[in-house]
C-alpha cells in the first residue's frame, strides 16, 4: 500500500451548521527521522524480551490474568469510571465491596470484551464484524447501553468537556453519512502488512479514535484493538502487554498528541509517544511478572514440607487472583473444604495470606504483597516536548 498526502484529512460542513473532521485514507506519509528510528527500535526489543519472557513463564495463563483486569481498570478509569483493581478481583472472589455495581459491571464488561476477543481470533480475523461484538459485549446491561450496543453510529457524536456541545465541541469525528467510507478504508489498513507492526498498530488506533465509530465505548474499543492486533500478528503469545497505565499516566500528552494528527499532521511526534509507550509498558509487565513469580516461588518452597500438595496449589491460584474464600479455593482445588481450610491457615500463619473480611462466614483472603505489586503505579517516562 503506497502511503497517501501527508494531508490528515478534510472538513467538512454539516447540516446543522457544525464542521465535522473526515481522515484521510491511511497509511500517512511518514518521516523517518532518527528519533522515530530510536524509539522504534526500542520499543522492537522490548516488546520481544516480553514476548520471550511470556513463552517460559512457568504460569503464563495464570499471570495474565490479574493483568487482564489491571487493564481493564486503567482503560475504564480514562473513561471516568472509578473501580480499583483491588474491588474488582475482590468482588470477583465474592467480597462485598462499596463500589457501584455499575461501575463494577463497565470495568467486567472490559473483562468479558478483551477475552472474547482472544477467543474470537481463532475463527475471525481481526475486521469490522469483530469490532462490533466486541462492542456489544462491552456495552451490554451498562449505562452506555442506550448507545446501541454492536451497532455502529447513525448520528453525530463529539468529544469535548462535560456540558459542550457540537458549536463549541473540542473534536468532532466524521458525520454519519461519511462514516462507512472512512471504516471501510479503516479496515483495508487494518490487513496492510507493509509497516512495521508496532507503526501500524500505533497508526490503527490514532485512526480509530479519529473515526470514532461508536456512540459510546470508543476509547475502550481502540485500546482493545491494539492488544487484539498485537495477538493476531503474534508479535505476543498472550495479552500480556496493555497501554492503558501508559496513557493514564500521559493523559494530557495522549490527547494532545492525537490532535497534532488531526490539526497539523503530526504523525511521527504521535508514533514517538505510542512507541514510547510499548517500551515502557513491556519494561513494567516485565518487572511485576518477574516480581510476583519470585514470590511465588519463595512461597512454594515454603510449603514445600507440607504433607498435602493442597498448599502449593493454592499458591498458585494466588497469581490468578489475590482474593480468595476457602469456599471458592476448595470448588477450584476440587477439594474438601476442610483440606482448603488448612491450606489457608498454614498460608496465613507464613504470612502469605491475611483475612480481609470481617464476616465470620465466607471470609475473604488476601495475598497482600501480590496485591502491592498489582496496584503500584507505573514508572513510566513519557516522551520529551519538543
Known sequence: MKPRAARPGKTVKCSGGYEAFVPAPLPP????????????????????????????????????????????????????TRTTLGELLAAEAGAAVARSPDDL?????????????????????????????????????????????????????????????????????????????????????????????????GLVHSQFEAIHPFLDGNGRIGRLLVILLWLERSILPAPLLYLSAFFEAAREEYYDRLRGIVERAEWEPWLEYFLNGVARMSEDVLGRAERINALLSEWRKGVSAAGSPTPSALVDLLA????????????????????????????????VLAQVSGAKRDRVYCARRIMDILDEPAHLRSTSRP
Open 105 to 201: 459491571r463497565e470495568v467486567a464488561n472490559y473483562v468479558v470484551a478483551l477475552e472474547y476477543g482472544v477467543k474470537r481470533l481463532r475463527t475471525l480475523p481481526l475486521s469490522l464484524r469483530l469490532v462490533k461484538e466486541i462492542h456489544a459485549k462491552l456495552m451490554k446491561g451498562v449505562r452506555g447501553e442506550v448507545a446501541t450496543p454492536g451497532e455502529f453510529r447513525r448520528s453525530q457524536n463529539w468529544i469535548g468537556p462535560a456540558g459542550c456541545t457540537l458549536a463549541n465541541a473540542t473534536y468532532v469525528p466524521p458525520p454519519p453519512d461519511e462514516l462507512m467510507n472512512c471504516l471501510g478504508a479503516w479496515e483495508d489498513f487494518l490487513h496492510d502488512r507493509t509497516l512495521p507492526p508496532l507503526v501500524h498498530a
Open 320 to 351: 490468578e487472583n489475590p482474593f480468595w474464600t476457602v469456599k471458592k479455593a476448595a470448588e477450584r482445588l476440587r477439594v474438601a473444604f476442610t483440606t482448603a481450610q488448612r491450606a489457608v491457615d498454614r498460608l496465613e500463619k507464613m504470612s
Open 29 to 80: 506519509e511518514i518521516k523517518w527521522t532518527e528519533r522515530l528510528l530510536r524509539c522504534l527500535s526500542d520499543a522492537d526489543r522490548l516488546i520481544g524480551q516480553l514476548a520471550r519472557e511470556g513463552r517460559s513463564l512457568p504460569n503464563p495463563h495464570l499471570l495474565m490474568r490479574p493483568f487482564v483486569r489491571r487493564e481493564a481498570v486503567l482503560s475504564s478509569r480514562i473513561e471516568g
